[in-house]
């Protein structure tokens, strides 16, 4: 039986991959079978919820402190009352940097383990294998790290930037710096893939030369010729899309060919404070990063939640984007769950629309629609400490455009 289980997680993994970029349809179902029953108990006094994250492999560098975040953040809920009076009881998995294996996790997590929802993923891969699971059974995953945009699903809320609220703004803050040629480096899966699609689709409307575009596979560590490439192409800027360790030894072999921030700028959407310690701060100092949060934000909020990090975890710990949409990510569940009185999935995505949370990055809204939420676009600059300052701001929340409708330049991505 076990063996027919995965056998099927497999299956569905295969049509994940080849659906890269896809619309999926407004029951988020494309059409399958009905989704089997819910063994979630509502009984007693206590839900379970699911924590599905990289614990090892490539990935580890930048998903432990998700874990991390994911786990304070049911701690309070739970020294608070709870949700709807029962206490979370969380049930953690390793996604282990690979796909198949979050696949098959979370079909655990939603059929053995019986959890209310699931929260994690951070590659779009990951993402992509879990999203027919999650539809299958008609479960949640909330997803908390940016993304390369074109999808939407009534099973995933989205709590990380979708394309028009980082990739865009990025690039638009190139062009206003006087960037008018660009090399694409990235790892070589779904999401660096296809957002430098979208790259090249705003490059060619905004009069900007493509120079280059390489891939490497993820956990790649030899980038001599890579840096090799981007030296000899003398482009105005990187764009980064690399994920996870590789970033090390990409910025270590940058450095060492003589290449500056100054000279020639690498603007990164997956490199965070978490990532910069282990990259070297030497090795990164000057570089830009878009994200939407950054451990500096000047807000009550915010300094309550890096300092009840710190008070957990340790006072060397940094806090991120992707851990702090995380946090966000469940407490806008226990808001669902509250405004819906249920646990029920049908009643959480009635009442997700509108539902808001004074989150550390700011107030955020979920968006009923296409579940992604509202956020405010930062460039920022890392600095010799080791953090990351603001350089540029939207000044306000973007409104979630995951299919890019309102920019005529990206009419032919989501087709």
């Not at 930048?62 to 994911?70: A, H």
């Not at 550390?360 to 080791?386: F, M, R, S, W, Y």
Request: hydrophobic share 40%.
């Amino acid at each position: 039986m076990r063996r027919t289980a995965v056998t099927a997680v497999f299956l569905s993994l295969g049509l994940a991959l080849t659906a890269c970029g896809s619309r999926v349809d407004s029951a988020g179902t494309g059409g399958s079978a009905p989704a089997a029953a819910s063994c979630v108990d509502t009984s007693g006094s206590s839900i379970k919820i699911g924590f599905l994250n990289s614990r090892s492999g490539t990935m580890a560098i930048s998903e432990n402190t998700v874990y991390n975040s994911l786990k304070m953040a049911s701690d309070e809920i739970n020294a608070a009352g709870g949700v709807l009076g029962k206490q979370l009881t969380v049930v953690a998995e390793d996604g282990a940097s690979e796909p198949t294996v979050f696949a098959e996790k979370a079909q655990k997590l939603i059929r053995s383990d019986c959890t209310a929802a699931v929260f994690g993923g951070w590659t779009s891969s990951s993402r992509k294998a879990m999203l027919p699971v999650f539809e299958g059974n008609n479960a949640l995953l909330f997803y908390p790290v940016q993304y390369e945009g074109l999808e939407s699903s009534k099973n995933i809320f989205y709590t990380g930037a979708t394309t028009n609220q980082q990739i865009v703004p990025a690039l638009d803050y190139l062009k206003e710096k006087g960037a008018k040629s660009l090399f694409l480096v990235g790892s070589d899966y779904v999401f660096p893939q296809t957002a430098n699609k979208i790259i090249k689709a705003y490059a060619a409307a905004n009069g900007m030369e493509i120079k280059g575009e390489e891939y490497a596979p993820l956990g790649y560590t030899d980038f001599s010729t890579i840096v090799s490439k981007v030296k000899s192409a003398d482009a105005d800027a990187v764009f980064n899309t690399l994920n996870g360790d590789s970033n090390v030894a990409f910025f270590k072999e940058y450095k060492n060919a003589g290449l500056t921030a100054d000279a020639m700028p690498v603007l990164s959407v997956s490199i965070a404070e978490e990532e910069v310690g282990g990259i070297g701060v030497d090795n990164i100092v000057g570089q830009p990063v878009a994200w939407n949060y950054y451990e500096t934000i000047d807000t009550p909020e915010n300094k309550k939640f890096v300092q009840d990090f710190k008070t957990v975890y340790g006072a060397d710990k940094v806090t991120s984007d992707p851990m702090e949409a995380a946090y966000t990510s469940l407490y806008l569940w226990k808001g669902m769950v509250e405004k819906a009185n249920s646990f029920a999935v049908p009643d959480i995505q009635a009442a997700a629309g509108g539902v808001t949370f004074a989150a550390p990055e700011g107030t955020v809204t979920v968006n009923g629609d296409n579940h992604h939420i509202a956020k405010t676009a930062l460039i920022g600059k890392i600095a010799q400490d080791g953090l990351i300052y603001t350089d540029w701001s939207s000044g306000k929340p973007i409104e979630p455009d995951p299919y890019l409708k309102t920019y005529p330049w990206a009419s032919s991505l989501s087709s």
